[in-house]
Nanobody, 124 residues
Framework: QVQLVESGGGLVQAGGSLRLSCAASGRTLSSYSMGWFRQAPGKEREFVTAISPSGLSTRYADSVKGRFTISRDNAKNTVYLQMNSLKPEDTAVYYC?????????????????WGQGTQVTVSS
């Protein structure tokens, strides 16, 4: 069993930055790919980014490419999402999730453990 806890969300003006953290307890994350997803009000949850177990490979949704950066610190059992140049359309609840696969997947059903989410609100 693994527990994932996101933090770092909040209210920021357009153009600003936030750094989200996803801390894991219960089991190490170092053997698993990790992903970030988001869900805006009235919309389906969508893929944002993923990172391989080593951290050497990453994948991004086109909507965040060049603005968001995923990273991980396996010694701290933590995954991060640095979000720069935020836009109002980035407003959503952000979730981290663990994937049992070593390849970087975008489908929600390939992720087996999820955090509770953290709210990010970007004002215009």
């Amino acid at each position: 069993q693994v527990q994932l806890v996101e933090s770092g969300g909040g209210l920021v003006q357009a153009g600003g930055s936030l750094r989200l953290s996803c801390a894991a307890s219960g089991r190490t994350l170092s053997s698993y790919s990790m992903g970030w997803f988001r869900q805006a009000p009235g919309k389906e949850r969508e893929f944002v980014t993923a990172i391989s177990p080593s951290g050497l490979s990453t994948r991004y949704a086109d909507s965040v490419k060049g603005r968001f950066t995923i990273s991980r610190d396996n010694a701290k059992n933590t995954v991060y999402l640095q979000m720069n140049s935020l836009k109002p359309e980035d407003t959503a609840v952000y979730y981290c999730a663990r994937s049992g696969a070593r390849i970087l997947l975008t489908s929600l059903d390939r992720y087996d453990y999820w955090g509770q989410g953290t709210q990010v609100t970007v004002s215009s």
